[in-house]
């Protein structure tokens, strides 16, 4: 069974940083985009960045220059480094990878989920 396990989220104050995870483990053949999302209270959930296989970037206008995503192909885990965090930036945060199976059958999975909180 594929499956993407998260870690990393917290709270934090205004101006600090966190770092979450995701690692992708199972039958795996190979993984393409992964990417982080997040959803507000009351909000919907919305891409925060992804990154290709090749390492191409996109990144949502409001955390450029102070998120950076990663990607480690040899452990199938990406990252989110999240530096002068906001207030605004507390959600619930959601990893998400596009991966073929060893059965060649691709789809999309998510992560359980890990909340940040950035207090003021």
């Known amino acids: 069974q594929v499956q993407l396990v998260e870690s990393g989220g917290g709270l934090v104050q205004a101006g600090g940083s966190l770092r979450l995870s995701c690692a992708a483990s199972?039958?795996?053949?190979?993984?393409?985009?992964m990417g982080w999302y997040r959803q507000a209270p009351g909000k919907q959930r919305e891409l925060v960045a992804v990154i290709t296989s090749r390492g191409r970037i996109n990144s949502l206008d409001s955390v450029k220059g102070r998120f950076t995503i990663s990607r480690d192909n040899a452990k199938n885990t990406v990252y989110l480094q999240m530096n002068s965090l906001k207030p605004d930036d507390t959600a619930v945060y959601y990893c998400n990878a596009e991966i073929r199976d060893r059965l060649y059958r691709t789809r999309t999975y998510w992560g359980q989920g890990t909340q940040v909180t950035v207090s003021s």
């Open positions: 199972g039958p795996i053949f190979s993984v393409n985009d």
